[in-house]
């Protein structure tokens, strides 16, 4: 399951990371929005300065995508996911090419690298299964590179593979949450050739946090919380560098989407990357859904 240090330089570290874009003019978790156009085109420019090629987009990030319409998006990649309310208002509408074509001429791109069911449940519908053959045509006529889904529990992955032919899967994964890694789900995944993205290594900013500082609902999870930081000053380090370094010692993932409230905070990411500890993170992971799945706050 987990890498070597010379199995991990086989790749430039700006090849793993996708720049995500939920919280660019809109909240997200805990990060406050980035209120500024300003700023935004700042966060987008450093990443590209850093060699970052990917995007990470959804059609609800409406904030975001009226941000991203402004910029030059000619040389980036696009990682875009289209929610369940929008497979159902196009399919009954007979309205999904138009849709698919006039998302990418608004973005002035000519083609998707990855386009992903944002809920996984939506491919267990007649019209999710009629979008998917759609995809598929549109794959085979270049307009989309790979097609997917975002997951949200291990559960959701069998019936799914099983029945569809998905290249990627972007599923959740950080310290607290380590899901995905029981029962060898990602060898998995990647013996049956599915690229592997991680989303929320910082559980959507939670884990930055020191207890003193989390939300009053959080407070019950004092012991949780008291565990990651003795484990940080144990290792004289900090949430950042080991939320990272938990991912990179995991083999099987591909990419790892990664967002920011500003440059600063991209910067000192950056400076981290190349950093490589080999600690046991295992005792850090909790099963309680009330603190692991955003959904449940």
Aim: net charge positive; proline share 2%; hydrophobic share 35%.
């Amino acid at each position: 399951m987990f890498n070597s240090i010379k199995g991990m330089n086989k790749k430039k570290s700006s090849d793993r990371f996708i720049l995500g874009t939920a919280q660019l003019g809109s909240n997200y978790g805990f990060k406050k929005k980035v209120k500024t156009r300003i700023i935004s085109n700042q966060i987008i420019n450093e990443a590209r300065k850093k060699n970052i090629t990917l995007l990470d987009m959804a059609d609800s990030y409406t904030n975001s995508i009226k941000i991203l319409k402004k910029q030059n998006l000619k040389n980036w990649k696009i990682c875009f996911k289209i929610s369940h309310k929008s497979l159902l208002k196009n399919y009954r509408n007979n309205n999904f090419l138009n849709y698919f074509f006039k998302s990418l001429k608004e973005l002035n791109i000519n083609n998707y690298e990855y386009f992903l069911f944002h809920n996984v449940n939506s491919l267990n519908t007649k019209f999710g299964k009629r979008i998917y053959n759609i995809l598929n045509i549109l794959k085979k006529n270049g307009f989309i590179k790979k097609i997917g889904i975002s997951l949200y529990a291990p559960k959701e992955i069998e019936h799914i593979i099983e029945k569809f032919q998905i290249d990627v899967v972007q599923i959740p994964l950080n310290v607290f949450d380590q899901r995905f890694l029981k029962k060898r789900l990602l060898s998995k995944l990647k013996k049956r050739n599915i690229e592997i993205h991680v989303r929320s290594i910082f559980l959507q900013g939670l884990l930055t946090l020191k207890y003193k500082d989390l939300p009053k609902k959080f407070k019950r999870f004092k012991n949780i919380f008291n565990k990651w930081e003795n484990f940080l000053k144990t290792n004289n380090s900090n949430a950042i560098k080991e939320s990272l370094q938990f991912i990179y010692n995991i083999n099987e993932i591909d990419k790892i989407v990664i967002g920011f409230d500003n440059p600063k905070q991209l910067l000192e990411l950056f400076s981290y990357v190349s950093k490589r500890n080999s600690h046991d993170y295992s005792k850090l992971k909790s099963n309680n859904l009330s603190l692991i799945d955003p959904r449940k706050w």
